[in-house]
């Protein structure tokens, strides 16, 4: 059941999916409502970098996710890329915040160009217009002019650039420690407690 206002997760065909759908476990876990949408590059990339096999519908998708991260009933809603009926694509029902992780350069491109092809993008170019928090998790290496000139141009539109580089500082140990590094700083940027990792400096007795 929905209390609170959703978070617009949107994960894209990029690697690293399991930045995406650890912040999605987080989420569902603290209670927080999801507006969930997966392109169909992402749901291929989550085949190829994970062990989850996940159905072909919409409905089923949801049922699946729900199931796997134990979420409260109606937690979490999955949305398909044409589907523009959905409330976030208007400005009048934007969600309190929207994240993009991971976030492709080509959706990057077409957010920074308000091309709004999919629902995604929409859903991006809404929240961006209604000034709410836009969090894009670029997952790209090397970067060029092409990419640097989009990433600042959503800057200077209030869009957070969060590339996916994760710190070392906190001496991980397996892979999950460098995922949770990301998805802890996704967390900082909405405002919602966590405990993937140590607030730097809180050691030091101060």
């Not at 690697?15 to 759908?21: A, M, R, T």
């Not at 998790?137 to 800057?155: C, D, G, N, Q």
Request: glycine share 8%; hydrophobic share 45%.
């Amino acid at each position: 059941m929905r209390h609170k206002r959703a978070i617009s997760l949107a994960l894209t065909g990029a690697s690293g999916v399991q930045y995406g759908l650890r912040l999605l476990e987080c989420l569902l876990r603290d209670g927080v409502p999801v507006d969930l949408m997966l392109s169909q590059p992402a749901q291929v990339v989550i085949g190829m970098e994970t062990d989850l096999s996940l159905p072909g519908r919409g409905a089923d998708i949801e049922r699946f996710f729900s199931d796997h991260f134990q979420a409260e009933p109606g937690l979490l809603k999955v949305y398909g890329e044409k589907q523009w009926t959905a409330a976030f694509a208007s400005g009048s029902g934007v969600n309190r915040a929207m994240v993009v992780c991971p976030c492709t350069t080509g959706t990057l491109a077409s957010i920074a160009t308000g091309q709004s092809r999919s629902l995604m993008e929409r859903a991006a170019d809404v929240t961006l217009k209604e000034r709410r928090k836009l969090i894009l998790v670029l997952r790209e290496t090397p970067l060029s002019e092409i990419h640097l000139e989009h990433m600042l141009r959503l800057a200077r539109m209030g869009a957070v650039i969060m590339p996916a580089n994760p710190g070392f500082y906190h001496r991980p140990e397996r892979v999950q420690d460098i995922i949770d590094f990301i998805v802890a700083r996704v967390l900082d940027h909405l405002d919602l407690a966590h405990d993937l990792l140590p607030v730097w400096g809180a050691d030091d007795g101060e």
